[in-house]
Every structure is written in structure tokens, then in C-alpha cells.
């Protein structure tokens, strides 16, 4: 079964093909971060028109790569949620468009549920170890660390479908207090890969930066404290060397260092801690922080024994084929979108 997956809710525009809902027929990606660079962050409106600009030849692309054509598609999986409004209308309203012109049954799926299921993708082997291609063996349970620019989620997968948010942001998601914080030290956007960069050769326990949450708040995150209070470093920095010049290096990366000891301590310590009430020995980590270095060698020597997913970054990242494997799983559940479909910025993750 092939299914053809749209994603337009943030500032990625993704179409990808799926075999089965496991094997990644093509997975065509337009960032938009050279737009959004100069301002710092998504600007909605702009991020808007170029999902519109880039719909048509990434759909055409993606088909192209997958060697197949619409009429070998069997149906239109597209992310109606949760994301930027004007952005997931583009997306729903495109998919509609081809589920009428070609006759395709459409299915709505959600973002969060696509980083969900991004562990089962892969074009030989998924992030669990088992070959891809045919319908996804059940790994479930497992806890899920979502963890990008707009969320930080800790979710317990009781079964496709069947999840439970144990756990969330109060403020900032981690990869915006990675890219507000690489701001602060004045690298470019997004500032996370650059950070984990410096962070490598950085000294971790110059700075003694807060580990927000560590102890309270049960599996909720904050993260906006931690950045308030690198700010407050580099302001005394600044203070202390009045010359106007940049940062220098050993500060940038011993901040960095610093910084991202915190975080993912926080991050894996409540994971740890989920795993353990819950009695799960699989842990998901996924979204475009789980990229990072610190975090991915922090789950590994955390968890020696657990059974740790972690998608290739293509799919860590947001894309379209996690939808297509939402897509599958619903299709053959028998659920249907019809062309009243409508984007839903806050949907739910139930
Ligand atoms: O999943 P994603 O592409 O888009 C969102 O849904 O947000 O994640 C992007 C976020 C950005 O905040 C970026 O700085 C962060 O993931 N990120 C990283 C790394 N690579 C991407 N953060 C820390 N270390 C990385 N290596
Ligand atoms: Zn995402």
C-alpha cells in the first residue's frame, strides 16, 4: 500500500511516498531556514507563502523519486495539526484538491503523532533495529521524548494510537531555548546544531546554570529560566569587558557546554523517570533536537540496557513521511477524512 504524506505545519513543506507505512519510497524536504534567518524565527506569513510556493514542484518531486505517479497512490495522509494556521492550510487544502481530482481517500493525521511514529521509518532498517517494508511489528509500549523547536513532549505509546502526554513544556520548547540562547551568544539560526558544535569542545561546568523542573512538576519542562539565566552570565560578561567585541570562543563554548548539560540532564532524568513508574524499557527519542550529540551520547550511557529508537536525522526532523506512516495506520483502521477537512492549529493528541 502506498501512501502519499503532506506536512506544511511550521517552516518545513515535505511530500513523501511510504510502502506499508514503513519503507520511505522518497521524502522530499523545503526548508525554509534561509527565509526565516534574518528575523530570528518563523514569521508565519512568510512561512505561509512559501509552502505555497514550493507545494506543487515538491508534490511532483516526490513522486518522481518514489518512481511511481498519483494513480499508484492509495491515499493522501495530511497533517491537520496541531501547527500554524495559515501554514497547515495550505497543506489540507492541496491534499483535498488531489484526494478530489484523483478520486484518493484523504486522512487527516497529527504532527505530533508523525514524530510518534517516526521510530518505524526507514528504507532498510527502522530506528528499533527491525527491516522496514512490510506493516510495522508493534514495539509499543515505549516513552517518547519529542523534542524540537516547537515541542518538548514526554508521551507514553500504549499502542498505535493510544497515547498518553505525560508530560510538557510550561514555556519555551528545548530547540527554542537552544536557538534563543545561540542568539544570546551571537551565533546565527537555528542556533542548536551550531550550539551542540561549540558544546563540544566546551567546558560544561564553568557556568552553574539552573537544571529548571529537575525535581517538581513531575514529567513537565520548563526551559525558560535555564535561557534567563545564560542571559543573565552573558549580560555580566558584557559588563565586565566593556569592549563591544564579540564573544570570545572559550565563553561561546563553555556556555554552550554549560547550557546543554542542563537541559539534557532535565530532559533525560525525567525520561528515566517515566520509564521507570510506567515500567517501559523502550525509549523514543525524536524531533530535531534528538540530533544532538550530547543528548544522543546522555541516552546512551543513561539507559545501557533500555532499547533506544532514535530516527535517522531526515526523520528526527519534521517531514512527511512520519505523516504517511500515521496515514497507513489510520487508513487501515478505516478512518477517512472527507473535503470538509480543516487545519486544526491546537488539535489535541489523543
Ligand atoms: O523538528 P524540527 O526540524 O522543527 C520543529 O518542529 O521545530 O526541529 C528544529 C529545532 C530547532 O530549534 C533546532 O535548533 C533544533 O531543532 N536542533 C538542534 C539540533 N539540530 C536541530 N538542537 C540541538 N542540537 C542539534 N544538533
Ligand atoms: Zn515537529
Not at 167 to 184: Q, R
Not at 289 to 305: D, H, I, Q, W, Y
Request: hydrophobic share 45%; charged share 20%.
Amino acid at each position: 500500500m502506498l501512501i502519499l504524506g503532506i506536512e506544511s505545519s511550521c517552516d518545513e513543506t515535505a511530500f513523501a511516498v511510504v510502502e506499508n507505512g514503513t519503507r520511505v519510497l522518497s521524502n522530499a524536504i523545503a526548508s525554509q531556514i534561509e527565509l526565516h534567518a534574518r528575523f530570528g524565527g518563523v514569521v508565519p506569513e512568510i512561512a505561509s507563502r512559501a509552502h505555497l510556493e514550493c507545494s506543487v514542484p515538491l508534490y511532483h518531486e516526490a513522486l518522481r523519486d518514489a518512481g511511481v505517479s498519483i494513480d499508484d497512490i492509495d491515499a493522501i495522509a495530511i497533517t491537520a495539526g496541531p501547527g500554524l494556521a495559515g501554514c497547515l492550510l495550505v497543506g489540507v487544502e492541496f491534499g483535498k484538491a488531489l484526494a478530489l481530482r484523483h478520486g484518493k481517500p484523504l486522512v487527516a493525521a497529527h504532527h505530533i503523532a508523525g514524530h510518534l511514529y517516526s521510530v518505524y521509518l526507514g528504507r532498510e532498517r527502522n530506528a528499533w533495529g527491525t527491516e522496514t517494508g512490510a506493516a510495522p511489528e508493534p514495539c509499543e509500549p515505549y516513552v517518547a521524548l519529542v523534542v524540537s523547536g516547537g515541542h518538548s513532549s514526554l508521551v507514553l505509546v500504549r499502542d498505535f494510537g493510544k497515547y498518553e502526554v505525560l508530560g510538557e513544556t510550561l514555556d519555551d520548547a528545548v530547540g527554542e531555548a537552544y536557538d534563543k540562547v545561540a542568539k544570546l551568544l551571537g551565533l546565527g539560526y537555528p542556533g542548536g546544531p551550531l550550539m551542540d558544535k561549540f558544546a563540544a569542545t566546551g567546558n560544561a561546568t564553568r557556568f552553574d546554570l539552573p537544571r529548571p523542573l529537575l525535581h517538581k512538576g513531575e514529567f513537565n519542562f520548563s526551559f525558560s529560566g535555564l535561557k534567563t539565566a545564560v542571559s543573565r552570565e552573558v549580560e555580566k560578561f558584557r559588563a565586565e569587558h566593556s569592549d563591544g567585541a564579540p564573544l570570545p570562543d572559550d565563553f561561546v563554548a563553555d556556555m554552550a557546554a554549560s547550557f546543554q548539560a542542563a537541559a539534557v540532564e532535565v530532559l533525560v532524568e525525567k525520561a528515566a523517570r517515566a520509564m521507570k513508574k510506567h515500567r517501559v524499557h523502550r525509549l523514543a527519542v525524536t524531533g530535531g533536537v534528538a540530533c544532538n550529540r550530547g543528548l544522543r551520547a546522555a541516552v546512551a550511557t543513561r539507559f545501557p540496557n533500555a532499547q533506544i529508537g532514535i530516527p535517522a536525522p531526515e526523520y528526527c526532523t519534521d517531514n512527511a513521511a512520519m505523516i504517511a506512516g500515521v496515514g497507513f495506520q489510520l487508513y487501515q483502521q478505516g478512518r477517512r477524512s472527507d473535503l470538509a477537512l480543516n487545519a486544526t492549529p491546537g488539535m489535541g493528541l489523543y
